[in-house]
């Protein structure tokens, strides 16, 4: 290329100058080719440079230390870094002391519901106890009456009073005592069976047409407070075998 541009300056100057200088011009064309020579030596004498850092590596060819890796270094030998891992790990058991502080007084909170609502339900135990045995004597004397006595036309008008009245006051009872969760059972009236929960087996026969462990008779009838038993009712059962 550089060899063209010299032919053609050198082809200008002779149709310019005279042929006088053709010796001289002769020259310079010999001299192109030194030029020529030349210029890609200086050319291969140039080199490049990076401006990028070269990764520096560790002793023995390990992994490159970077720059994340050098601020860790330098954070694990920091008293600051220390100082916020002792204070996370308070946060985290005083977090934890909070929860189990929140969960015990809300547990005291429901005991103290249940024993306020039991001691609500079962305030009149003590009189419940004491008044059953009136509510038997009341039962137990309109049981003396005979119901066929009760059924004659010539049946004693002062007896039919009575009986009225007494089973009349056993009804109001009855109902008062319920309103504050006293009930009266007998399991004889639909056959239960034998629950020694709520029942007291005072003797055992055998009853024909009847299942083994079923109630046939109830000596004492028993009374429930709220779902407690305030005193079991005492009853025959079947025993066939």
């Known amino acids: 290329m550089i060899q063209r541009l010299l032919t053609r300056r050198s082809r200008a100057i002779g149709s ?3 042929r006088t200088f053709a010796g001289s011009l002769a ?19 140039s080199r490049c440079y990076s401006t990028t850092p070269e990764p520096t590596t560790g002793t023995g060819g390990g992994t490159p230390v970077t720059e994340d890796t050098q601020s860790e270094n330098a954070m694990e030998g920091d008293p600051l870094k220390k100082e916020l891992e002792a204070k996370n790990k308070e946060i985290i058991d005083l977090k934890d002391k909070y929860l189990r502080s929140v969960a015990d007084f809300r547990n005291l909170q429901d005991r103290t519901k249940r024993d306020i609502q039991s001691a609500r339900d079962f305030a009149i135990t003590r ?4 008044l059953v045995d009136s509510v038997d004597n009341l039962d137990r004397a309109l049981s003396t009456v005979p119901p066929e006595k009760l059924s004659q036309d010539d049946a004693n008008k002062d007896l039919l009073s009575l009986y009225e009245g007494l089973k009349m006051t056993d009804g109001i009872l009855m109902q008062t005592l319920q309103k504050h969760g006293l009930e009266r059972f007998d399991p004889s009236e639909k056959g ?8 007291e087996a005072t003797f055992q026969t055998p009853v024909e047409g009847k299942e083994d462990g079923t109630v046939f008779h109830t000596q004492q009838k028993g009374f429930i407070l709220n779902g407690r038993v305030v005193r079991a009712a005492k009853v025959g059962v079947v025993k066939n075998a």
């Open 16 to 18: 310019s100058f005279p």
């Open 127 to 130: 009189f419940a106890k004491d």
């Open 27 to 45: 020259q310079c064309q010999s001299s192109p080719l030194r030029i020529s020579s030349a210029i890609p030596q200086r050319i291969l004498a």
């Open 192 to 199: 239960e069976k034998f629950n020694p929960n709520l029942h």
